[in-house]
C-alpha cells in the first residue's frame, strides 16, 4: 500500500496541458460549453469495432491514458450505446457486423453523432470492399466525421471529436437545445 | 523424430527457418499427427489450397513443430471428393481450422463438427470465397447458429457480444451458468471476417507485408516479419546483417508494448486502476519514443522485402538506449506492488487455470503456453538471425492461471528490455535494404515468435510479381479453444480478467 502510494506520490500528475495559449483556452471552453448544452454534462462515446486489425483500438485505449486527460474536456467512453451520444466506429465494417452495426446505432438515443476511425472506416483502407468487407462506415450508417490515419494517434482521435462539435449539425442541435425544443 | 516408417522423402524449403515439405496420403497424414502429438509436438496450421488450374484438385496443407522445425504435409484432395482426414481427434485444435476450410474452399474433413465457423450467412454454404472460380456476387443469407445447449436445475445462458461493453475486438461467447458459476462457454467468432486471404490474392508479392502487417495490427512486426521471411525465402536472399537487427529491434519493442498495455489492463480489470493508469503511462512514453525513432507509434510499415524502410543515427540509437534503464527501473517498482498487492494476487492466483497436462493437450501455445509449462519459443527453438545471437532467456511458469500469465509478461518485458539494449548496442553496419530478385521458389514459409505466440505465414508467388496465394496463421487459433475449459468452475465476473490474460486476437483468426 506504502509503495503504491509513493508511486503515485512520485508520479503525480502527468496529464498535459490542454492548450496554452489563450485562443485555444477560449477555443475548449466553448467546445465544453457547447458539450454541456447539447449533452447536459458530458460526451459519452461507446466505440463500436467493426471489423478492424485491432490496430484503431490500441489507439482509443491510449487516448484513455493520464497523458490526454480526455474527462477533462467532459469526454466520457461508456458500456453501452444507450448511454452514448457517438458511436466511434473503426474497421472496413465487415459484412458479418453491419447488422451488429446498424442495431448498435439505432440503439443510440437522438442526437447522435458517427466518427469514422481510421483509414478502414474512411473508406475501407487496405481491406477494401470484398465478399466479407463492406468498406466504409459510411455504407453502412451516417457518418459525421472521419478520422484517417492507420492508426490514427491520440491526438488525432480527439481533434476529429472536438471538430464534430463545430459541425453544422452540432449548431442546429444546439440551436434547438437552446430553445428547449426537443433536438433531432 | 524419425519418420523412417512413413517413407517421407522430405524437401527442405530455402528460408531463415527449417521447414521440410513432404507429400502425404491420408493415412500417412494421420500417422505422422499421431506421432508427433506422442512425441511432444505440436500443430502449428492447416490451411487449403484450390491446385484445379495446375495440378488438379485441391491441396490440404498442415504444418506441424517437432524438433527438428516445421513439418508440412500436403495432402492432395481429389476435386469430385472434396474431402480428407479428421485431424482434430489427435489435435483438438484443428476443429475449427477444418470448419475454416469448408467454408472458404469446401473441402471437408470425413468426421467431427460441421457447423460453419467463419461464414456466418454473408455468402452461401455452397459457395467458396477462396476457390479461385468464386466471383463473389451472392445475396447474404440468414442462418441461425446452433450452439450447444446446457439444460438442468438452474441453468441459464447468458450471450455477450459481438459488440462489447469494452474497447475490444467483436466476437459472441455464450456462457451457461448455475448461480455465478460457469458451467460450459461457448464462443463464436468469425465476425471480423473480412476476407483477407482473397485480398492477399489482389496485390502485388512486393507489397504483402502492409496486409499481413494489418492481419492483426497488435502483431504488425510479427506479421510483416513473416512474410518478409517467406518471400526472402522464395527468393534465395538473406537481408543485409543491419536489417536483421532492426527487425527484431521492432519486434521485441512491439512486444514490450503490449505487455505493457496487458499489464495495466490485468491490474485494472482485477480492481486495481493505479496499474492501469502506471502502466498506460510507460506504454505512452515508449510509443512516442517510437515516433521519434520509426516516425511512427505503431510500426506497422517498417518492414519490407529484402530489409527495413527505416534506419537509426546515432541521435536516434542514443534517444532509444536512454529509454531502457528508467523503463526498468519502473518495471521493478511496478512488479513489487503487483507482488505485494494481496488483494491483485487474490484475483490473479488460480483465476483461469490451464494445468500442464491440459495445455499440452489442447496444444495451447505462445505467452500463454508458456504460463502452462509449455516451453516453446521460437527465438530459442530454432534461432533465426539476429536470435542465434543473442541467447533469448525463455520465460515460464507452471501454475497455468492468470498471475502465471502476468509472472511471464513481466519476465518477457525484461527480457525484451535487455535484448534491446544489446540489439542497440551492437547494430551492425551496412546497408538496411538487400535487392529482392523474383521468385524461384514456389512456397516460402515465414515464422516468427510475435510477443503472443509464432505467427505463421505460407506464401505461394503467381504469375508476375503477384501472390498466387497466401495464408497468415495466428496463434489466437490453438489459443481460443482452450479459454473455453479455462473458465469452467470460474465465476463470470472473472471472465473479462481471464480472457485478457491470454490476450488473443480476434481479426487474427477471423482473417
Ligand atoms: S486503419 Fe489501420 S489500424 Fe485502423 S483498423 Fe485499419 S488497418 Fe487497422
Known amino acids: 500500500m506504502l509503495r503504491t502510494l509513493k508511486q503515485i506520490a512520485r508520479i503525480g500528475i502527468i496529464s498535459e496541458p490542454v492548450s496554452l495559449t489563450a485562443a485555444e483556452r477560449g477555443e475548449r471552453d466553448a467546445l465544453q460549453e457547447k458539450i454541456r448544452r447539447i449533452y447536459g454534462r458530458a460526451l459519452c462515446i461507446r466505440h463500436v469495432d467493426a471489423g478492424s486489425c485491432n490496430g484503431c483500438e490500441l489507439e482509443i485505449h491510449a487516448l484513455n491514458n493520464p497523458y490526454y486527460n480526455l474527462e477533462g474536456y467532459g469526454i466520457k467512453f461508456v458500456a453501452s450505446p444507450r448511454h452514448a451520444d457517438l458511436l466511434l466506429v473503426t474497421g472496413p465494417v465487415s459484412r458479418h457486423m453491419q447488422d451488429a452495426l446498424r442495431r448498435t446505432y439505432e440503439a443510440v438515443p437522438e442526437p447522435k453523432w458517427v466518427v469514422a476511425l481510421g483509414d478502414c472506416g474512411c473508406n475501407g483502407g487496405l481491406f477494401g470492399c470484398g465478399y466479407a468487407s463492406a468498406g466504409a462506415v459510411s455504407d453502412v450508417i451516417p457518418v459525421d466525421v472521419t478520422v484517417p490515419g492507420c492508426p490514427p494517434s491520440p491526438g488525432a482521435i480527439l481533434s476529429g471529436i472536438l471538430t464534430l462539435l463545430n459541425t453544422p449539425r452540432a449548431a442546429s442541435v444546439q440551436e434547438s437545445a437552446n430553445q428547449g425544443q426537443q433536438p433531432h | ?511
Open chain 2, 1 to 511: 523424430m524419425d519418420y523412417t516408417r512413413f517413407a517421407l522423402n522430405p524437401e527442405t524449403l530455402p528460408g531463415a527457418v527449417p521447414v521440410r515439405r513432404a507429400t502425404v496420403n491420408g493415412e500417412t497424414l494421420r500417422g505422422i499427427c499421431t506421432a508427433v502429438h506422442e512425441s511432444g509436438g505440436l500443430l502449428h496450421a492447416l490451411w487449403g489450397c484450390d491446385e484445379r488450374d495446375r495440378e488438379g484438385g485441391y491441396l490440404l496443407r498442415v504444418a506441424l513443430q517437432d524438433d527438428a522445425g516445421l513439418l508440412l504435409l500436403e495432402l492432395p484432395v481429389d476435386a469430385a471428393q472434396l474431402c480428407f482426414p479428421n485431424v482434430a481427434d489427435t489435435f483438438p485444435a484443428a476443429d475449427r481450422m477444418q470448419r475454416a476450410v469448408h467454408d472458404l474452399l469446401g473441402l471437408r474433413p470425413q468426421e467431427g463438427d460441421t457447423r460453419p465457423w467463419l461464414r456466418h450467412g454473408s455468402w452461401p454454404a455452397d459457395c467458396f470465397p477462396l476457390r479461385r472460380d468464386y466471383a463473389g456476387s451472392e445475396p447474404p443469407t440468414a442462418e441461425d447458429y446452433p450452439f450447444v445447449r446446457v439444460t438442468g436445475n438452474g441453468v441459464h445462458e447468458i450471450a455477450v457480444g459481438p459488440v462489447h461493453a469494452g474497447t475490444i475486438e467483436p466476437g459472441h461467447f455464450c456462457f451457461s451458468v448455475v448461480g455465478e458459476k460457469v458451467l460450459r462457454l461457448e464462443e463464436r467468432f468469425g465476425y471480423a471476417h473480412k476476407g483477407i486471404e482473397k485480398r492477399f490474392e489482389t496485390l502485388p508479392l512486393m507489397d504483402g507485408q502492409r496486409l499481413a502487417a494489418r492481419v492483426s495490427g497488435d502483431s504488425a512486426v510479427a506479421f510483416s516479419w513473416a512474410y518478409c521471411m517467406a518471400l526472402e525465402g522464395l527468393c534465395g536472399v538473406t537481408p543485409p546483417l543491419r536489417a536483421l537487427w532492426l527487425r527484431a529491434l521492432c519486434l521485441e519493442r512491439e512486444r514490450i508494448a503490449n505487455h505493457l498495455g496487458d499489464l495495466g489492463a490485468l491490474g485494472n480489470d482485477a480492481g486495481f486502476a493505479v496499474g492501469l493508469a502506471q502502466f498506460s503511462r510507460l506504454k505512452e512514453d515508449w510509443l512516442r519514443t517510437n515516433q521519434r525513432a520509426f516516425g511512427a507509434r505503431y510500426l506497422m510499415d517498417a518492414l519490407v522485402p529484402g530489409g527495413t524502410r527505416c534506419d537509426l543515427d546515432a541521435a536516434q540509437r542514443r534517444d532509444l538506449l536512454d529509454a531502457l534503464p528508467p523503463l526498468t527501473a519502473e518495471l521493478g517498482v511496478l512488479r513489487d506492488i503487483y507482488d505485494d498487492h494481496t488483494g491483485l494476487q487474490d484475483r490473479f492466483t488460480g483465476a483461469g487455470c490451464v494445468p500442464p497436462a491440459l495445455a499440452r493437450r489442447l496444444g495451447l501455445i505462445g505467452l500463454s503456453g508458456r504460463a502452462s509449462g509449455q516451453s516453446w519459443d521460437l527465438r530459442c527453438d530454432h534461432a533465426h538471425a539476429p536470435y542465434d545471437a543473442l541467447a533469448v532467456h525463455m520465460a515460464g511458469r507452471l501454475q497455468g492461471d492468470v498471475a502465471a500469465r502476468v509472472a511471464v509478461r513481466f519476465e518477457e518485458t525484461l527480457e525484451s528490455l535487455r535484448l534491446c539494449q544489446v540489439l542497440l548496442e551492437n547494430l551492425p553496419g551496412g546497408d538496411v535494404r538487400g535487392s529482392m530478385p523474383p521468385p524461384a521458389g514456389r512456397l516460402g514459409i515465414g515464422w516468427i515468435e510475435g510477443w503472443r505466440g509464432p505467427v505463421l505465414v505460407a506464401l505461394e508467388p503467381g504469375a508476375d510479381g503477384s501472390i498466387r496465394r497466401c495464408h497468415p496463421h495466428d496463434p489466437s487459433w490453438q489459443n481460443w479453444p482452450v479459454i473455453e475449459h479455462a473458465v469452467i468452475g470460474n465465476i463470470v465476473a472473472d471472465f473479462p480478467l481471464i480472457n485478457k490474460s491470454f490476450n488473443l486476437s480476434y481479426s487474427g483468426q477471423d482473417l
